[in-house]
């Protein structure tokens, strides 16, 4: 035991602690599950694709799982839950799309 304690080539007394930097907001990286959230969010609603609008619910809750500045984050990932939501509920309780199978109550 004593020697691999003489033959270890660590030095404990060179050792610095590690202080981490502060970074501004500005120089964040940029949030791509936000931007995609708002993107299928815009899509589900104009083009009234359900899949998108899930997506964009996902991608959602991907962005504010992995938040790292709540001040500019947070504007971006509510506006996308809101076209989410939108587009859910265009899709889901609106009327049925020109074209398209008629809506049947059950």
Do not use: H
């Amino acid at each position: 035991m004593s020697s691999t304690a003489a033959n270890d080539p660590r030095q404990p007394a060179a050792a610095k602690r590690y202080v981490q930097t502060a970074v501004s907001p500005d120089d964040l990286p940029v949030d791509y599950s936000g931007l995609i959230a708002v993107v299928f969010g815009i899509a589900g609603v104009m083009f009234r694709y359900k899949l998108c609008s899930w997506l964009a619910i996902i991608f959602c809750a991907q962005s504010l799982a992995n938040m790292k500045s709540i001040e500019n984050d947070l504007k971006q990932i509510s506006m996308a839950m809101m076209f989410a939501i939108m587009g859910l509920v265009t899709n889901y309780l609106g009327p049925a799309r020109p074209g398209g199978p008629p809506k049947t109550s059950n």
